[in-house]
T-cell receptor, first 116, second 109 residues
């Protein structure tokens, strides 16, 4: 158990809808990362937050947004859902920013989104 | 675009054999190269990692070989066991880790 909690574990919804995925990082971790895992693309980095502030952005669509709250939990909002958004969404956390030459990410078990 | 290219996509090895997974990167600013192991239904977990100033790192049956000039690195699993069957991801880190597409390893008994 990594200590990172993601909810819901499974979510089925229809195209055009909006969903929110939630992540609670390990106790004390300030940095949260979101990744999308699909069969052919592997783990795609979406976005990183550090202590409530956006820190780095990857291949995140404009239909997606995220935030990190004062209690350090994070939410990933996916809107106007399309069939291609079906994937596993992972959250990971680290104590702080990754220093050079180091850095272990602690992943949750993921939220599986199915868009019908 | 994939910043880290990983191959093969899938790999089947007999028990006791050697599993080899390769990765290549373009950005020479990457400063840390971890490998993650993922079992079905679980999130990835760090397996082993290497810095770019080291050419090889070994931990038990797992070895990373790193070729800085070629911008390539690989994971070798010696004496592969059925319990090693999982998906393996290489990654390269610059502020945030960027992952390869993954290799699904099956070790047959």
């Amino acid at each position: 158990d990594s200590g990172v909690t993601q909810t819901p574990k499974h979510l089925i919804t229809a195209t055009g809808q909006r969903v929110t995925l939630r992540c609670s990082p390990r106790s004390g971790d300030l940095s949260v990362y979101w990744y999308q895992q699909s069969l052919d693309q592997g783990l795609q980095f979406l976005i990183q937050y550090y202590n409530g502030e956006e820190r780095a952005k990857g291949n995140i669509l404009e239909r997606f947004s995220a935030q990190q709250f004062p209690d350090l939990h994070s939410e990933l909002n996916l809107s106007s859902l399309e069939l291609g958004d079906s994937a596993l969404y992972f959250c990971a956390s680290t104590p702080g920013l990754l220093l050079p030459y180091t850095g272990e990410l602690f992943f949750g078990e993921g939220s599986r989104l199915t868009v019908l | 675009q994939q910043q880290v290219k990983q191959s093969p996509q899938s790999l089947i090895v007999q028990k006791g054999g050697i599993s080899i997974i390769n990765c290549a990167y373009e950005n020479t600013a990457f400063d840390y190269f971890p490998w993650y192991q993922q079992f079905p239904g679980k999130g990835p977990a760090l397996l082993i990692a290497i810095r770019p100033d080291v050419s090889e790192k070994k931990e038990g049956r797992f070895t990373i070989s790193f070729n800085k000039s070629a911008k390539q690195f690989s994971l070798h699993i010696m004496d592969s066991q059925p319990g090693d069957s999982a998906t393996y991801f290489c990654a390269a880190t610059l502020v945030t880790p960027r992952f390869g597409a993954g290799t699904r390893l099956t070790v047959k008994p």
